[in-house]
T-cell receptor
């Protein structure tokens, strides 16, 4: 069955430090992969997406993610975290053989220390 | 702002009641998706409509139903509400030319007392 795993429920980093959020997926075909961010009381904002081609994708707010097929991973990175990055981050895979729904991971909550 | 609107923002009701959540997709988008976000289940896909027709169904309870109208707005109807239905309900939309990317609304927070 298709699934997405985000191993870290909660991560705390210092402002200015680098960040990596982990995501592993299980999907039978070539996956479409996404990272969304949810700030408190807000909806989901698309950070970046991978469909094909270059395995390193750039997104908004200085985020990037790398698709590694051999590891079934799509980790999100940012070189220098800002206090405003504190939020919940969701990795998702697009199940287009099932009408286009997104399958989400459980989310990683990011806290930023001053 | 994604361009997807949802009303109401908050809804408080009692067990056994029925509510309707409304979603307007981005201009030009034909697909609408409904998701439920709860503490125990996380983000779960409920149902998808494309240009008025049901396209895919997920973990949607029989007490829940949805429809998409000719003007492309969608409504999610939840009936015989239970405490466990308390959750954040999101609507998302996608365009016919880039159906692989969904844009989410701000959500409706439903509290069942």
């Amino acid at each position: 069955a298709q699934s997405v795993t985000q191993p870290d429920i909660h991560i705390t980093v210092s402002e200015g430090a680098s960040l990596e959020l982990r995501c592993n997926y299980s999907y039978g075909a070539t996956p479409y992969l996404f990272w969304y961010v949810q700030s408190p009381g807000q909806g989901l904002q698309l950070l970046l997406k991978y469909f094909s081609g270059d395995t390193l994708v750039q997104g908004i707010k200085g985020f990037e993610a790398e698709f590694k097929r051999s590891q079934s991973s799509f980790n999100l990175r940012k070189p220098s975290v800002h206090w405003s990055d504190a939020a919940e981050y969701f990795c998702a895979v697009g199940a287009y053989n099932q009408g286009g729904k997104l399958i989400f991971g459980q989310g990683t909550e990011l806290s930023v220390k001053p | 702002d994604s361009g997807v609107t949802q009303t109401p923002k908050h809804l408080i009701t009692a067990t056994g009641q029925r509510v309707t959540l409304r979603c307007s997709p981005r201009s030009g988008d034909l697909s609408v998706y409904w998701y439920q976000q709860s503490l125990d289940q996380g983000l779960q896909f409920l149902i998808q409509y494309y240009n008025g027709e049901e396209r895919a169904k997920g973990n949607i309870l029989e007490r829940f139903s949805a429809q998409q109208f000719p003007d492309l707005h969608s409504e999610l109807n939840l009936s015989s509400l239970e405490l466990g239905d308390s959750a954040l309900y999101f609507c998302a939309s996608s365009s016919p030319t880039r159906s692989d990317t969904q844009y989410f609304g701000p959500g409706t927070r439903l509290t069942v007392l």
